[in-house]
């Protein structure tokens, strides 16, 4: 289900009928995996890699993506919010 479509089933105003309680319960699931993207996780750094910039390199601890403390405070792939914060 796109977040589009979970925004729309979700919207209290919106009325549709559904077969079954599993499409709102799957609008429910999607908005909450949209949710949780949103609360900073910290990645997962590579011995405490930092090069001369000062830039750390690390992975998304989500979907794995490679990213980089002075250009990601999102994951490029998946979206998670980061927290760089030592």
């Known amino acids: 289900m796109t977040i589009e ?12 009928h559904y077969d079954s309680i599993d499409t709102v319960n799957e609008a429910c699931r ?3 995996e949209a949710l949780e993207r949103q609360v900073a996780k ?13 830039v750390i390199y690390g992975w998304c601890p989500v979907c ?15 979206g998670q919010k980061l927290d760089w914060e030592v």
């Open 42 to 54: 910290k990645p997962a750094i590579k011995n405490d890699y930092t090069n001369v910039f000062g």
């Open 64 to 78: 794995g993506c490679d990213i980089y403390s002075n250009i990601n405070n999102f994951c490029p792939k998946c």
């Open 30 to 32: 999607t908005g909450m």
């Open 5 to 16: 479509r979970a925004i729309e089933i979700l919207n209290p105003e919106h009325r549709e």
